[in-house]
C-alpha cells in the first residue's frame, strides 16, 4: 500500500479508502437503515481493510442513522490505542439526523452539537478529518468556515474538508478562509469514476493551483463499472440499482452499454476485470490522492489491490475514458 500527502498538508493517507457508509445502513436514507452490514460483517472489513494498510477511514454522521460511526466506534475500542493511533478518521456533516428544523444542515449550532456526538459515538478524542457533506444554501458559508476554524482550534478536529462541492463555491470557501484567516478546507470529496467527469472541467484546475487534495467516492459508479449491468438483463438481487437506483438512472442508455463493452474487452486485453482496470484508471489521474472503496465485503478490497500494480500509460487512460461520453 502506497501513501501520499494529502494536499498540501502534511498528513499521510493510503492510496486505497475504506468507505464505511454501508455500515448499519445504505448511506444517509432512513429507508435503508438496518439493511447495511451488520456489526460482525464491518468489524470483518475493518480488520482486512487495516491489515492491508489502509489507514483512511470515510463515515459520516447520518450513515446508517449513526451506526456507521457507532461500529467503528465498538472496533476501535476491541482493537486498542496502537490501532487507533494508525488510522485518520473521516466523518461528515450535513444530512437529516432528526425531525427537527435545526437537525441538519451546516449551520453553527448543528456543527457544534453533531461533533461532539460524533466524537462519543466513534469513543475517540477528537476526528481527523472532517467534512461539510453537503453544501447549504440556507447557512451562510462564513458561518460553517468559521465554525470549523474553531473546531480546530479547540482540538476537536486536525484537518477540514467538503463533499460535493462544486469548482466555484471551494474557491469561495478559499477566498473566505484566506481573507480571514481562518483553517482552510484541504480536499474534496466529490464522485468521481470514468462514468462521472465533470470535476475535470473547472474542480480539477482549481484543486492543481491551490494544492488541495482529492478523494473520490462512488469509484464505480454504483456497480456499473463492474460489468453487472446488462443491457435488457434484470439487474442484479441487493445491487445498487435494486436498492437504491436514482443517482444512476442517467447511464441507463445505449451508448453507456456499449461504452461498458469497449471497457470489458480493453481489460480482458490486459488480462484483467473492469472493476481493476476502471480503480487503475482512478489511481493514475494526477488529481486523485486516495480513492474511497465501499465493499460489502473483505473479498471486495481486491480489485483495488490488484488495481495498485497496474501500470497505464497516458495513451491507454486517454483511450479508456474514450469509451465514454464526458458530461458537459
Given at each position: 500500500m502506497g501513501y501520499v500527502n494529502l494536499g498540501r498538508t502534511g498528513v499521510k493517507v493510503s492510496r486505497l479508502a475504506l468507505g464505511c457508509g454501508n455500515f448499519g445502513g445504505i448511506g444517509s436514507m432512513p429507508e435503508f437503515f438496518g439493511r447495511g452490514e451488520t456489526m460482525e460483517e464491518a468489524f470483518a472489513i475493518m480488520d482486512a481493510a487495516f491489515y492491508l494498510g489502509i489507514n483512511l477511514f470515510d463515515t459520516a454522521n447520518a450513515y446508517g442513522g449513526g451506526a456507521s460511526e457507532h461500529m467503528i466506534g465498538q472496533w476501535l475500542a476491541s482493537r486498542g490505542s496502537a490501532v487507533r493511533d494508525q488510522l485518520l478518521i473521516s466523518t461528515k456533516v450535513f444530512n437529516p439526523v432528526g425531525p427537527g428544523p435545526n437537525d441538519c444542515g451546516l449551520s453553527r449550532r448543528h456543527l457544534l452539537s453533531q461533533v461532539d456526538i460524533s466524537l462519543s459515538r466513534l469513543g475517540v478524542d477528537y476526528l481527523d478529518l472532517f467534512l461539510l457533506h453537503e453544501p447549504d444554501p440556507s447557512t451562510p458559508l462564513e458561518e460553517s468556515l468559521s465554525t470549523l476554524n474553531d473546531l480546530v482550534h479547540a482540538g476537536k478536529v486536525r484537518y477540514v474538508g467538503a463533499s460535493?462541492?462544486?469548482?466555484?463555491?471551494?474557491?469561495?470557501?478559499?477566498?473566505?478562509?484566506?481573507?480571514?484567516?481562518?483553517?482552510?478546507?484541504?480536499?474534496?470529496?466529490?464522485?468521481?469514476?470514468?462514468?462521472?467527469?465533470?470535476?475535470?472541467?473547472?474542480?480539477?484546475?482549481?484543486?492543481?493551483?491551490?494544492?488541495?487534495?482529492f478523494t473520490p467516492f462512488s469509484p464505480l459508479a454504483g456497480g456499473w463499472l463492474t460489468g453487472k449491468y446488462q443491457a435488457d438483463q434484470p439487474f442484479p438481487p441487493g445491487s445498487r440499482m435494486t436498492l437504491r437506483s436514482d443517482p444512476y438512472q442517467h447511464l441507463l442508455k445505449a451508448d453507456v452499454f456499449a461504452g461498458l463493452e469497449r471497457l470489458r474487452a480493453f481489460a480482458e486485453s490486459r488480462g484483467t476485470d473492469t472493476a481493476t482496470l476502471s480503480l487503475a484508471?482512478?489511481?493514475?489521474q494526477p488529481r486523485v490522492t486516495s480513492v474511497i472503496m465501499g465493499p460489502r465485503r473483505p473479498t471486495h478490497l481486491e480489485p483495488g489491490l490488484q488495481a495498485l500494480e497496474i501500470e497505464l500509460t497516458p495513451s491507454e487512460c486517454e483511450e479508456m475514458a474514450s469509451f465514454f461520453i464526458a458530461e458537459p
Open positions: 460535493n462541492m462544486p469548482a466555484w463555491l471551494t474557491a469561495k470557501a478559499l477566498w473566505l478562509a484566506d481573507t480571514h484567516g481562518w483553517c482552510r478546507i484541504e480536499w474534496i470529496q466529490n464522485s468521481y469514476s470514468l462514468l462521472e467527469r465533470k470535476d475535470e472541467v473547472e474542480l480539477f484546475p482549481l484543486l492543481a493551483d491551490q494544492g488541495l487534495g484508471w482512478l489511481l493514475h
